[in-house]
């Protein structure tokens, strides 16, 4: 028998690590995408047999008023979630990469949410905004605003608005750890002959932190607008925590899969607005490797 040579032997060691993970991303991830694009162009419950419907589910899609709504909703609250959360998470960064007392307690308090429990979150949260909750208490005390007229943060108009304030407010921390890392990874020199120039510290900011910055910020407004795309559970605890407690004006594009799927088990359905979705995703990779590749030459 033929002995492997030392090359053949090396890559099936590295193949044999690599292979746990491909495999669960295969079984898990790849097969069932694959099975979406089939199950997009069919009618099925689980149950029955298949139906072939060609365009059909996706002619019933945009002519659905509620998925229209949830798709609306879905593009403001990444828009307004996005350069939020890069602003609050950088302006931290910043803040918090100078040698300050208390820094590494500051860095904590700011990681917290994050890693806390998102039902306790947004309980606490839902609390602090409820019609009896400390902040209508300060709009009917300090600001004298009516008690009819009180806002409701969780219908209506402001549900957006509530989700976007607590997904920055959430998520912040952690993006902040990666322009702490970016920051870390600036030459002090460039600061120092800036310094020597008479730069002040918003030129400084604006001419070297910024620029530096460009690959970090880059990162993060494509994994944020990817995550905003996805966003679920944040709608669905905050308006009510159950899946039936969203409306048309705060509807979100993966609860309405969700739904159709496993509310009404329409799976064929499902998988036409997952594709719709994934079409989503796909035009920011692209975005993503556009930008990467513009980035690189210049």
Not at 144 to 158: E, I, M, R, T
Request: include cysteine; glycine fraction near 6%; charged fraction near 15%.
């Amino acid at each position: 028998m033929k002995k492997l040579s030392k090359t053949a032997k090396r890559n099936i060691v590295a193949y044999s690590f690599i292979a746990p993970n491909f495999i669960g991303f295969a079984v898990f991830t790849l097969v069932p995408v694959l099975c979406a694009f089939v199950l997009a162009f069919t009618k099925w419950d689980g149950s029955n047999p298949m139906e072939f419907v060609g365009l059909s589910n996706f002619k019933e899609l945009f002519g659905n008023k509620l998925f229209r709504a949830a798709v609306k909703n879905t593009i403001i609250y990444s828009i307004g979630t996005v350069p939020l959360t890069m602003a609050a998470s950088l302006g931290l960064a910043v803040l918090l990469n100078k040698k300050v007392f208390g820094r590494a307690v500051f860095r904590t308090i700011a990681f917290f949410p994050y890693v806390a429990s998102l039902v306790a979150v947004t309980a606490v949260w839902k609390m602090l905004f409820s019609k009896s909750g400390p902040v209508n208490a300060i709009l009917y005390y300090v600001f004298k605003v009516p008690s009819d007229q009180l806002p409701k943060w969780f219908v209506g108009g402001l549900a957006l608005v509530s989700f976007i304030l607590f997904s920055v407010w959430k998520y912040m921390g952690y993006y902040m750890v990666i322009y702490l890392a970016g920051l870390q990874g600036i030459s002090a020199e460039l600061y120092e002959a800036a310094s020597l120039d008479g730069a002040s510290g918003w030129q400084k900011f604006r001419y070297i932190t910024v620029p530096q910055l460009k690959p970090t910020s880059f990162f993060i407004t494509v994994m944020l607008t990817i995550n905003c795309f996805k966003v679920f559970d944040v709608a669905v605890l905050l308006a009510g925590g159950d899946s039936n407690s969203l409306t048309e004006s705060s509807e979100v594009l993966v609860h309405f899969i969700y739904q159709k799927a496993f509310g009404e088990w329409r799976l064929g359905y499902a998988s036409a607005a997952a594709m719709v979705l994934f079409i989503f995703v796909l035009v920011v990779t692209l975005v993503q490797f556009r930008g990467e590749s513009k980035y690189a030459n210049s």
